[in-house]
């Protein structure tokens, strides 16, 4: 990891904002020695079956960003989510900022654009994002560097994000006792998943990581901050030197189980806009089911 730029004396502040009917955690981070802030992956509600978008869980955290008089300069999202909806333009107009993503999201825009049957008005090269980070590319947060690392293997655009001493990993990993993100989405892949979570692991043991999901394993109560150490040594699907091997037969076997997530059809379409929703030919805000598609 000593190609990244990590700083473990930076301590931001992190407030997280749990979203019950997605089981997400939005974060708002912000720099220790301003009042700078980012958004770690925002949630726009929807009522799937009355297709009603509403934005209550962005009002909160709108909210709390403005009443601790904080200025926010980036929206970041760690991936293309298939199990919610992002609300990042909504919060953009709200309060400004720049939304940034992996480059890789214009693999994830030519796969599912053919999927959903999207015409050539769709444009496949990331140019809905303000920013398009590679592996390694650093940004600013008031005063504090931010490195965005690739972490391919839940989809091909997955990166974590690390703010002084915390990471916010996406879907690459979940607490402990909850494992690691499916890979049998299109482009993903166990394998590389596996290679990706050795990136995360290599960090310091000290480093905060920051879960964008979590469904409480067994009853317990809902958690979303664990650290680098934790995971190495605890965590069900990789702790305690698992090897690459027993990984990939692992998530292939359990992931042939999965349903898809509830929230897949829109959540694409909207994601890969960068929070949009799409519209028909008379401008109305409009989605898509493509029958066996996915």
């Not at 190495?232 to 042939?256: C, P, Q």
């Not at 059809?265 to 008379?282: H, Y």
Request: glycine content about 10%; hydrophobic content about 35%; proline content about 5%.
């Amino acid at each position: 990891m000593s190609n990244y730029p990590v700083d473990m004396s930076v301590k931001p502040d992190v407030k997280a904002f749990f979203d019950p009917d997605t089981n997400t955690i939005s974060y708002v981070v912000k720099d220790p020695g301003s009042n700078a802030c980012a958004i770690v992956d925002s949630v726009m509600d929807i009522d799937y079956a009355a297709g009603r978008i509403t934005y209550d869980h962005a009002d909160e955290i709108i909210a709390w960003i403005q009443s601790n008089g904080l200025k926010l300069e980036w929206i970041i999202e760690t991936h293309v989510h298939a199990d919610h909806l992002s609300a990042a333009p909504y919060i953009q107009q709200k309060l400004g900022g720049k939304i940034g993503i992996g480059d890789k999201i214009m693999v994830v825009q030519d796969t599912f654009g053919k999927v959903f049957n999207e015409g050539t008005e769709f444009q496949r090269d990331g140019s809905q994002f303000d920013a398009l980070f590679k592996d390694g590319d650093t940004y600013q947060i008031g005063g504090m560097t931010a490195v965005a690392i690739y972490t391919p293997g839940h989809t091909p655009a997955c990166m974590v994000h690390v703010m002084g001493d915390a990471a916010f990993v996406g879907d690459t990993l979940f607490m402990p006792d909850g494992g690691s993100a499916r890979a049998d989405f299109p482009g993903g892949d166990a394998g590389v998943l596996y290679d990706s979570i050795q990136k995360v692991l290599s960090l310091p043991d000290e480093m905060r990581l920051f879960m964008c999901h979590d469904y409480g394993p067994n009853g317990r109560d809902i958690q979303w901050e664990t650290t680098v150490g934790e995971e190495k040594t605890h965590n069900i699907h990789v702790g305690g030197g698992k090897s690459r091997e027993e990984f990939i037969k692992f998530r292939t076997e359990r992931d042939a189980q999965l349903a898809m997530p509830r929230l897949i059809i829109p959540s694409l379409q909207v994601n890969m806009r960068a929070g949009e929703v799409p519209k028909d030919k008379d401008g109305r805000p409009m989605l898509k089911v493509p029958v066996n598609g996915l």
